[in-house]
């Protein structure tokens, strides 16, 4: 039997596919009250073609049966609460921790949901956050360089003469150099391997190399710390340097963890991630990819349930 037909066979007839009592909303939602805990993810994913739905998962089920509480189509917050309100207030009210990201529409959902969970911003998303300013940067220099290489070689062609980039010790030209240090950035220098070594100290103008430590910084608040208030005294510290530093897209990302301050620190509380939400995704993905795409989304749905559910 092939497996085209297997499949079929098995929703249509060796499954209870067509019983599921929640095949007819599968699309829209699937909710599992049950599987509610005291520790919740909340976390958005695409299942097809870039469509977004939001997962609510329970922590402690540690990506096995159970994980599942909810999937939701969309991201609007008034579509998601009106499913998460049909828990009873007493399985709702329980919920001690939520994680989440910076999402202003994911907070709505937390506080209107489970209004006794402590909510917590995935540190994780902050840090992406701050290294994405350090990756603006590089970029923003890159295309300076590009522009001003572009002038030359113009320029040369004028006077009938063929221009050549400087070259550096390590074979790269300065546009080469900062188009090859992208993945460094993302490191640490303990990390580094001997050619990004050689490039770092060949990249490092004053401004980048500023901004990269700074990076490194939040990194070790956020690694080194365990007590809350100390973590809120050199949080703020960081966050003076940084205006001071005067960069506008750090200034703009400092602004950003300014207005979440309180949930951010609220990690060093039990250190709480949402990394259980992002491992499930990978889950959703994998699973996604033995389906060859999904076809059928509430045949998937429902799949997704059986294992996860």
């Known amino acids: 039997m092939d497996g085209k037909q297997l499949r079929t066979q098995y ?16 699309e829209d939602f699937i909710l599992y009250p049950k599987n509610i805990g005291y520790h919740l993810c909340i976390d958005e ?3 097809s073609k870039g469509e977004l739905y939001t997962i609510l998962t329970n922590r402690d089920k540690h990506g096995r049966k159970g994980t599942i509480v909810a999937i939701v189509k969309g991201t609007k917050a008034e579509d998601v609460i009106n499913v998460l309100l049909k828990i009873d207030a007493d399985k709702r009210n329980q919920v001690k921790e939520i994680t989440l990201d910076m999402a202003g529409s994911m907070q709505k959902i937390a506080k209107r949901c489970f209004p006794g969970a402590m909510q917590v911003v995935d540190r994780f998303h902050v840090s992406k956050l701050v290294y994405e300013a350090v990756q603006d940067l ?7 360089v590009m522009k001003d290489e572009n002038r030359k ?3 040369a062609k004028a006077k009938g003469e063929s221009y050549e980039p400087k070259v550096f010790s390590n074979g790269d030209t300065l546009r080469q150099l900062l188009a090859r240090s992208r993945y460094l950035l993302f490191k640490a220098p303990d990390k580094w391997l001997q050619s990004q070594k050689v490039r770092a100290k060949l990249l490092f103008e004053p401004d980048i190399k500023s901004v990269y430590y700074y990076a490194l910084r939040l990194g070790k608040i956020f690694s080194d710390y365990t007590d809350k208030d100390v973590a809120r005294a050199k949080l703020a510290l960081w966050y003076n340097e940084i205006e001071e530093f005067g960069y506008d897209t750090f200034t703009t990302v400092a602004n ?3 207005n979440h ?8 509380v039990n250190r709480s991630t949402n990394a259980a939400a992002e491992a ?7 699973f996604r990819a033995s389906f060859r795409g999904v076809v059928d989304k509430r045949f998937f749905l429902y799949r997704l349930a059986k294992v996860y559910a």
């Open 45 to 47: 994913t695409a299942l």
């Open 280 to 286: 499930f995704n990978a889950k959703i993905k994998a």
């Open 153 to 155: 070689i113009k320029e």
């Open 256 to 258: 950003s963890i300014e």
């Open 11 to 26: 929703k249509e007839h060796l499954s209870d596919f067509n019983n599921w009592n929640q095949k007819e909303h599968a």
């Open 261 to 268: 301050y309180e949930r951010i620190l609220n990690y060093f």
């Open 138 to 144: 590089r970029i923003a220099y890159r295309w300076q």
